[in-house]
């Protein structure tokens, strides 16, 4: 979700410099987001800059627009083409990625298998017309000795 500003903003600047895009200009009233322009800094870094610099707190999700990190990814190197500061996808320059890791931390490590389980090389029902298939061959050379 691409990020706008709120009624509490009280023009100090901050978000302007903060924003990678470019993104953020005075509005009539407020400052305002160009949506087209906001990546949630994904590209660059893994905290929405102008919500980190914002005092008032007014730097806030817009959820109307609900984006994926490979659609804002594509839009910050579109937004960068030519330009000597090329977006990169890292847990350091995506919030996904950085919340990804996150989640993979809290799950804890994989369980360890259990050492020296073979597992049966056949299944059973496989296993046992084999055995079936041993009796009747046994069964069948006993005859041909007796014969
Ligand atoms: S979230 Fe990032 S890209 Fe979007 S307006 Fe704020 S600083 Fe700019
Ligand atoms: S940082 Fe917050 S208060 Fe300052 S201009 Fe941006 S939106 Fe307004």
Redesign the pocket.
């Given at each position: 979700m691409p990020f706008l500003?709120?009624d509490?903003?009280?023009?100090?600047?901050?978000?302007?410099r903060?924003c990678p895009n470019h993104g953020?200009r005075?509005g009539e009233a407020?400052?305002v987001i160009d949506r087209d322009s906001c990546t949630e800094c994904v590209g660059f870094f893994n905290k929405p800059q102008?919500a980190r610099?914002?005092?008032?707190?007014?730097?806030v999700l817009d959820p109307r627009l609900d984006l994926t990190e490979e659609a804002l990814f594509e839009r910050a190197m579109a937004l960068h083409a030519g330009s000597d500061t090329q977006p990169t996808l890292t847990a350091e320059t995506s919030h996904f990625r950085k919340a990804a890791g996150r989640r993979r931390a809290a799950a804890g490590p994989a369980a360890p298998q259990p050492e020296g389980v073979v597992p049966p090389s056949l299944p059973t029902t496989r296993r046992s017309v084999s055995w079936v298939g041993e009796i009747v061959r046994q069964w069948l050379g006993g005859r041909s000795q007796e014969s």
């Amino acid at each position: 979700m691409p990020f706008l500003i709120t009624d509490g903003c009280i023009l100090c600047d901050a978000c302007v410099r903060a924003c990678p895009n470019h993104g953020i200009r005075r509005g009539e009233a407020i400052y305002v987001i160009d949506r087209d322009s906001c990546t949630e800094c994904v590209g660059f870094f893994n905290k929405p800059q102008c919500a980190r610099v914002c005092p008032m707190d007014c730097c806030v999700l817009d959820p109307r627009l609900d984006l994926t990190e490979e659609a804002l990814f594509e839009r910050a190197m579109a937004l960068h083409a030519g330009s000597d500061t090329q977006p990169t996808l890292t847990a350091e320059t995506s919030h996904f990625r950085k919340a990804a890791g996150r989640r993979r931390a809290a799950a804890g490590p994989a369980a360890p298998q259990p050492e020296g389980v073979v597992p049966p090389s056949l299944p059973t029902t496989r296993r046992s017309v084999s055995w079936v298939g041993e009796i009747v061959r046994q069964w069948l050379g006993g005859r041909s000795q007796e014969s």
